[in-house]
């Protein structure tokens, strides 16, 4: 029950643990999705203001040209020799001099979201420039040459003058300080662009390495750790750590199989605890199972690592030992057998203190043997008249022996060491 109300705990704590990564993931997605957005909204405002720019600057330069037209078309009004030339003359002349005043008019009209406009009005309005008042003079101008007619004027006439100087000396020098202003305007705009497009991309980039270094690794760490742990528990034995039949004889069938294409030696040992039957009904099942564990540590402890210990089921275990022949197979199985005869459990409590043994079969794996499980057949074969010789004991039940009655197919260890 305890066990039970634990794994609870457990549970709920792994579930509230992956909650809080479900809730980080999507909270690191949401904040993505809003930087993103974010930055759409940004780089909008920043390209349709960079657009305005441009058509300020376009409209600069378009000023900038036109007035040089007028005078260009004034000088051809005067100089027309009169009739359907001058006509055609002036109404060219009026027409450009109507554009340049909706161009001015349209430029001062320019969004305020235009962050240069101010600089551009202080050209266009303060004391110093006054740009407006000179467009607007100069228009005027142009405009009362355009109602003379052709023959009353001259390129020497004060009207042509004040156009032409008027033009050259002021005009084009305000109309070329606006220009500059609006071009550096437009390349400041650029710039913020520029600026705002690498703080969206470092922050989205920081976003992005966060999100792997606080959501996604843990999550993919604890899914590689769940895969491992379920990985393991598919191969062990839960009681005790070894592995679990299943994964015994899958790994039993590849060294058999490495052990036929390369040759060599490789044996086999059985054990099963004496009267286990007994400590269960006598101890309980819970002193039965720290028997198994006791059991199994102990053997663990003596084993190498390329040495395979599977628990076959119940109390019977399976030990296979590689580049091991019967000889020595038999001498670790008798080491076993002594180190477990000693081994206590309960050994804090003298009224519970339990003692056991073990019976052990020993066989080789031959040659002739079509897979593991004749070899598991044959160290079964010698567990049994372990056991029915009066338990606690190793009995070796070596290959190739079976057809050669004459010499006994089943060994007790004692007399293999009077052999050898
Ligand atoms: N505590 C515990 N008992 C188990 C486990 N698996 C099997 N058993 C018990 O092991 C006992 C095996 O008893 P038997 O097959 O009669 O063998 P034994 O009493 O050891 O007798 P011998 O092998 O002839 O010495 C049974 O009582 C099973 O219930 C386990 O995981 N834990």
Same mark, same amino acid.
């Given at each position: 029950?305890?066990?039970?109300?634990?794994?609870?705990?457990?549970?709920?704590?792994?579930?509230?643990?992956?909650?809080?990564?479900?809730?980080?993931?999507?909270?690191?997605?949401?904040?993505?999705?809003?930087?993103?957005?974010?930055?759409?909204?940004?780089?909008?405002? $920043?390209?349709?203001?960079?657009?305005?720019?441009?058509?300020?600057?376009?409209?600069?330069?378009?000023?900038?040209?036109?007035?040089?037209?007028?005078?260009?078309?004034?000088?051809?009004?005067?100089?027309?020799?009169?009739?359907?030339?001058?006509?055609?003359?002036?109404?060219? =002349?009026?027409?450009?001099?109507?554009?340049?005043?909706?161009?001015?008019?349209?430029? *001062?009209?320019?969004?305020?979201?235009?962050?240069?406009?101010? +600089?551009?009005?202080?050209?266009?309005?303060?004391?110093?420039?006054?740009?407006?008042?000179?467009?607007?003079?100069?228009?005027?101008?142009?405009?009362?040459?355009?109602?003379?007619?052709?023959?009353?004027?001259?390129?020497?006439?004060?009207?042509?003058?004040?156009?032409?100087?008027?033009?050259?000396?002021? =005009?084009?020098?305000?109309?070329?300080?606006?220009?500059?202003?609006?071009?550096?305007?437009?390349?400041?705009?650029?710039?913020?662009?520029?600026?705002?497009?690498?703080?969206?991309?470092?922050?989205?980039?920081?976003?992005?390495? =966060?999100?792997?270094?606080?959501?996604?690794?843990?999550?993919?760490?604890?899914?590689?750790?769940?895969?491992?742990?379920?990985?393991?528990?598919?191969?062990?034995?839960? $009681?005790?750590?070894?592995?679990?039949?299943?994964?015994?004889?899958?790994? +039993?069938?590849?060294?058999?199989?490495?052990?036929?294409?390369?040759?060599? %030696?490789?044996?086999?040992?059985?054990?099963?605890?004496?009267?286990?039957?007994?400590?269960?009904?006598?101890?309980?099942?819970?002193?039965?199972?720290?028997?198994?564990?006791?059991?199994?540590?102990?053997?663990?402890?003596?084993?190498?690592?390329?040495?395979?210990?599977?628990? *076959?089921?119940?109390?019977?275990?399976?030990? *296979?030992?590689?580049?091991?022949?019967?000889?020595?197979?038999?001498?670790?199985?008798?080491?076993?057998?002594?180190?477990? %005869?000693?081994?206590?459990?309960?050994?804090?409590?003298?009224?519970?203190?339990?003692?056991?043994?073990?019976?052990?079969?020993?066989?080789?794996?031959?040659?002739?043997?079509?897979?593991?499980?004749?070899?598991?057949?044959?160290?079964?074969?010698?567990?049994?008249?372990?056991?029915?010789?009066?338990?606690?004991?190793?009995?070796?039940? +070596?290959?190739?022996?079976?057809?050669?009655?004459?010499?006994?197919?089943?060994?007790? $260890?004692?007399?293999?060491?009077?052999?050898?």
């Amino acid at each position: 029950m305890q066990g039970t109300g634990n794994s609870r705990i457990f549970k709920a704590a792994a579930i509230s643990r992956d909650k809080r990564k479900v809730a980080g993931y999507v909270m690191g997605l949401l904040l993505i999705a809003v930087a993103i957005t974010y930055s759409h909204f940004i780089i909008d405002r $920043l390209i349709t203001r960079n657009n305005q720019d441009r058509q300020t600057v376009n409209m600069g330069y378009q000023q900038n040209m036109q007035a040089q037209r007028i005078n260009h078309l004034a000088f051809r009004y005067i100089l027309s020799s009169g009739g359907h030339e001058s006509d055609i003359s002036r109404q060219q =002349l009026a027409s450009a001099v109507n554009e340049m005043y909706d161009l001015h008019l349209s430029l *001062l009209k320019t969004p305020p979201s235009v962050e240069y406009a101010a +600089a551009a009005d202080a050209i266009y309005f303060d004391a110093q420039h006054e740009l407006d008042l000179k467009i607007r003079t100069y228009l005027g101008a142009a405009r009362e040459l355009a109602e003379k007619p052709a023959e009353l004027l001259a390129p020497d006439s004060p009207l042509a003058r004040f156009l032409e100087r008027h033009n050259t000396e002021a =005009l084009q020098q305000g109309l070329n300080l606006a220009l500059e202003r609006y071009k550096a305007a437009d390349s400041d705009a650029v710039t913020q662009l520029r600026r705002v497009l690498w703080g969206l991309f470092v922050l989205v980039l920081l976003l992005v390495i =966060l999100e792997w270094r606080f959501v996604f690794h843990p999550i993919f760490n604890g899914l590689e750790r769940q895969a491992n742990d379920y990985r393991k528990q598919a191969h062990t034995d839960p $009681l005790t750590g070894c592995y679990n039949r299943r994964h015994f004889m899958i790994a +039993a069938e590849e060294a058999f199989q490495r052990l036929q294409l390369a040759g060599g %030696e490789c044996s086999l040992l059985v054990l099963d605890i004496d009267y286990f039957k007994w400590v269960n009904d006598s101890y309980g099942h819970c002193t039965g199972d720290e028997v198994i564990q006791a059991l199994v540590d102990s053997c663990m402890a003596s084993l190498k690592k390329t040495d395979l210990f599977g628990r *076959l089921g119940g109390e019977e275990f399976a030990i *296979l030992l590689p580049d091991t022949g019967p000889v020595q197979a038999a001498g670790m199985a008798e080491q076993l057998r002594q180190q477990i %005869e000693k081994l206590e459990v309960n050994q804090y409590d003298a009224e519970a203190r339990i003692t056991f043994t073990v019976s052990i079969g020993v066989t080789d794996i031959s040659s002739g043997d079509l897979s593991p499980v004749d070899a598991i057949n044959r160290a079964d074969i010698a567990l049994y008249q372990a056991k029915s010789a009066g338990r606690n004991r190793v009995i070796i039940n +070596a290959s190739g022996k079976d057809d050669d009655r004459s010499s006994p197919a089943i060994e007790s $260890l004692s007399a293999l060491g009077a052999e050898s």
